[in-house]
């Protein structure tokens, strides 16, 4: 009876909780569908409670039979959890350093925290690489941004400003890179006369390549004064903030909005925030953070060394290099299953994503136009989208681009037409060759590697007007 009586307590708690979450109606009334994920948990808890007062009035052999079969469907699911989180590793590390012998590569494959204490033992500070997905996602607790001395709050779209951060190892290596004077993958010359600025997820950013080989790089390299403000995990919410905090100052006559598969998962994250909200529901919202550098740095800088030292701590010595504390505790909370859950509830929410993505590309359109400047839509299709698409498809829009039914760019192309904007469909450039997978690291799933961005880079100086 206490536990039942527990569990009423939890279901209440939830229900006080969704009733106050404003930020599951956003902009034009659309709503998310984390709504959809606590309802799922709130109908489980209730399952479960009304379970065990059933379980109160059975006879006492009967009690021990539907204990003894919930305890074993508990069991299972844990396991599954289980061998879930650890086939992952293991084929995540054992799959790369099996790929890198085919091709000739030696593969790193220390992991990103020995990597870097490598580094700094040799007294070359450098740093992990922030991303704002992180006070989304791991951090919740952050998702309105730090607070200042002001009683100001401060949600950072950058890294820390003027240092060495750390790439993911998709190609053999780590790749180095350095921030700008305002946290992104850039050369800070290339501001004076911006000629294009690019915003978007990883890919924008560079993953997971040389700095010298990245998009914005290679746009420089070809007679270009090209800007980044690409991080990893942005979605469409977190660009138009980017755009609007960075790219308003600099009015570049050129804007190349980078478009991935996962930028609608990515947007269900930021909806959780209503500081990044509010750049859809206000036209005239913004942090001004080109002039609040100094407060994000401080506050990076120790959110950061933070994170790192619990990292450290956490680590238990093992034979099984996944095992530290903070795996065992996303075992415990079964993360592999519940993303699996939200995956599906991202993309059953299509219309609403189309919807969303519609809103933010008018107010991103209409920013961009405001100063004189030229907004392109680029989608980029990854290797699994690549590999579900036929050749016999390419010129139907119809067909391709197709992720697991439930994504197309036929709506995507209807939004930019009805706005004028123009769309580059690297897909298209992509078919061309003869092998598609040889611009993916190692040809297995990833990012772009060297060639990737050579070849999109070409095809974006094509399409430029």
């Known amino acids: 009876m206490v536990l039942n009586i527990y569990i009423i307590f939890l279901i209440s708690k939830k229900i006080n909780y969704l009733s106050n979450l404003d930020s599951f109606q956003i902009a034009g009334g659309y709503s998310s569908p984390w709504s959809m994920y606590y309802l799922t948990y709130f109908i489980l808890a209730l399952l479960f409670a009304l379970i065990i007062i059933f379980l109160l009035r059975l006879k006492f052999e009967l009690k021990i039979k539907f204990l003894t079969a919930i305890i074993s469907v508990g069991f299972t699911i844990f396991a599954f959890e289980l061998f879930l989180t650890i086939s992952h590793q293991k084929y995540n590390i054992e799959t790369k350093i099996e790929n890198a012998k085919k091709f000739g590569i030696e593969f790193d494959s220390r992991s990103t925290l020995n990597v870097l204490e490598t580094l700094n033992q040799n007294k070359k500070k450098v740093y992990p690489n922030f991303k704002p997905k992180f006070f989304l996602v791991e951090d919740f607790y952050l998702k309105e941004g730090f607070q200042t001395i002001n009683n100001d709050n401060i949600f950072p779209l950058s890294n820390i400003s003027n240092i060495s951060t750390i790439l993911t190892n998709e190609n053999g290596y780590y790749p180095i890179v350095k921030t700008d004077k305002y946290g992104f993958t850039n050369e800070n010359n290339f501001y004076n006369n911006v000629d294009i600025m690019i915003v978007g997820d990883s890919y924008a950013e560079g993953y997971s390549v040389k700095q010298e080989d990245s998009i914005h790089s290679n746009l420089n390299n070809a007679g270009y004064n090209a800007i980044s403000l690409g991080k990893g995990g942005n979605g469409p919410i977190v660009e138009l903030a980017s755009l609007i905090e960075y790219g308003k100052p600099y009015k570049p006559p050129v804007v190349i909005w980078i478009f991935v598969h996962n930028d609608f ?42 994170e790192t030292k619990e990292l450290k701590q956490n680590k238990i010595v093992s034979k099984f290099n996944f095992l530290n504390l903070d795996t065992i505790i996303e075992i415990i909370k079964f993360s592999k299953l519940r993303s699996y859950v939200i995956n599906t509830l991202m993309y059953l929410n299509t219309d609403n994503n189309y919807k969303i993505l519609d809103q933010v590309l008018t107010r991103a359109n209409n920013e961009v136009e405001s100063w004189g400047g030229k907004l392109y839509f680029v989608y980029l299709p990854s ?48 078919n061309k060759m003869g092998n598609y997978k040889s611009i993916f690291p190692m040809e297995s799933d990833g990012h772009y590697n060297t060639k990737g961005y050579k070849l999109l880079t070409e095809t974006l100086i094509k399409n430029l007007k």
Do not use: M, W
Request: contains cysteine; negative net charge; hydrophobic residues 35%.
């Open 383 to 430: 290797l699994q989208t690549l590999n579900n698409t036929s050749l016999e498809n390419v010129n139907n829009n119809s067909k391709i681009n197709v992720r697991d039914g439930k994504s197309t760019i036929q709506d995507i192309h209807k939004i930019c037409a009805k706005l004028n904007i123009e769309v580059i469909d690297f897909h298209y450039e992509i």
């Open 265 to 306: 998962r990515n947007l269900h994250f930021e909806l959780r925030s209503n500081l990044l909200t509010n750049y859809l529901i206000n036209p005239n919202y913004e942090q001004n953070l080109i002039n609040k550098q100094n407060e994000i740095d401080d506050f990076l800088i120790k959110y950061i060394d933070s």
